[in-house]
């Protein structure tokens, strides 16, 4: 199972890229049309770029997940014992795993939604753009049903699970 989610979040890590360099297409497009008369003024690279962003995000938020490293706001402090930061994650994701669920239910409905819509100048099916966060919701479920089960072998005694439990030690927190 791990080498599936490795092989996932490798993907992730990949599309990531391909839609931030996506991304540059359509901005370069608009600045261009904006300061020059050199090409016509596009209308749909606003659109575009617009769903590369909201795609940007989410997919860096799946990654943020697995690798340990989406914000976090400290409301008590850190717990000196491996045992005891492995109880408190178990609490942070509990509450992760009530937003992630809205995600999951409410992105369905909203897929749904979108598959009946088409953009209007990009022509695209909306349930690409709208899908997104249910396929966020799901993700995020699965990455942190990993991070649960690290969490819970840390209770179960192997402290040497506690580094990937903290997440990535190159991110400053």
């Known amino acids: 199972m791990k080498r599936l989610l490795d092989g996932y979040y490798r993907f992730l890590q990949t599309l990531a890229w391909l839609l931030m360099g996506l991304l540059i297409v359509p901005v370069t ?46 409301v008590i402090p850190t ?14 994701y509990a509450f992760m795993l009530v937003f992630t669920s809205i995600f999951v239910l409410y992105g369905y409905q909203y897929a749904l939604f979108g598959y009946t819509q088409t953009s209007e100048l990009t022509g695209i ?22 991070r649960i089960l ?14 990937r439990l903290r997440g990535d030690h190159h991110v400053a927190r």
Not at 130 to 137: D, R
């Open 150 to 163: 690290i969490a819970i072998s840390v209770l179960r005694g192997n402290e040497a699970a506690i580094e």
């Open 29 to 74: 497009l608009q600045i261009f049309s904006r300061y020059t008369g050199l090409i016509p003024r596009y209308i749909w690279t606003e659109e575009a770029a617009r769903f590369c962003f909201i795609w940007i995000i989410l997919v860096g938020a799946m990654i943020a997940v697995r690798d340990g490293t989406h914000f976090e706001v400290d």
């Open 125 to 146: 099916n909306m349930v690409f753009i709208y899908g997104i966060y249910l396929v966020a919701g799901v993700t995020w479920l699965v990455f942190l049903g990993e």
């Open 79 to 92: 717990p000196k014992t491996p045992r005891g930061e492995a109880i408190m994650r178990l609490v942070v």
